[in-house]
């Protein structure tokens, strides 16, 4: 990296650091006309059409106001953040797009379930507390935000400092040991 990428990262981070630290709305406005334009030519180069990705940036650019907390200069840079941002706006978005429509789903009152079956989720609710109790404690921690607060794996690893495939690891150790203690 030459000296002026150099000075430029620092630039970018030194504005979101204030966006983080005073809310500073002109160094979120230097921020908004540097990368919104850029999050949005590469949401329409990702295959996004230009009002979709006009929206997801919108939305990522909220993002960055709101969650500027999150955001480690030391673990990532602020292009690198807010482009994953994008990225996992944009697949939030996506599969949004994709879930039933209120008119496509059925309409009158459902069939109570069975006793049987109550009582089998109820047990089977019960033996996965049981087995979430048994997980380490850093495997477990990382389940209960994937599932439990319904992040995704990189909003995990941004807000832990964690790296990516630490996240995945050890999710993935972690539904291994509760897949074998469900059966």
Request: proline residues 4%; charged residues 30%; contains cysteine.
């Amino acid at each position: 990296m030459n000296e002026q990428d150099s000075a430029k990262r620092a630039e970018w981070t030194a504005q979101l650091e204030a966006v983080r630290d005073r809310q500073d709305q002109q160094a979120f406005a230097e921020l908004f006309r540097h990368f919104a334009p850029r999050v949005k030519a590469f949401l329409m180069k990702s295959g996004a059409s230009a009002s979709f990705a006009e929206e997801c940036t919108q939305e990522v650019m909220a993002t960055l106001w709101r969650k500027a907390h999150l955001f480690d200069g030391t673990k990532a840079s602020v292009s690198t953040w807010i482009f994953t941002i994008a990225r996992n706006r944009r697949i939030d978005m996506i599969r949004k797009d994709r879930r039933a429509e209120p008119e496509d789903l059925p309409w009158g009152p459902e069939a109570s379930p069975e006793q049987a079956d109550v009582m089998a989720l109820a047990q089977d609710t019960e033996r996965l507390g049981q087995a979430l109790a048994t997980l380490p404690e850093k495997q477990r921690k990382l389940i209960e935000r994937a599932y439990f607060g319904e992040l995704s794996h990189s909003e995990i690893a941004a807000e832990t400092g964690l790296p990516l495939g630490t996240i995945k690891s050890r999710i993935r150790l972690a539904l291994d040991r509760l897949r074998h203690a469900m059966t």
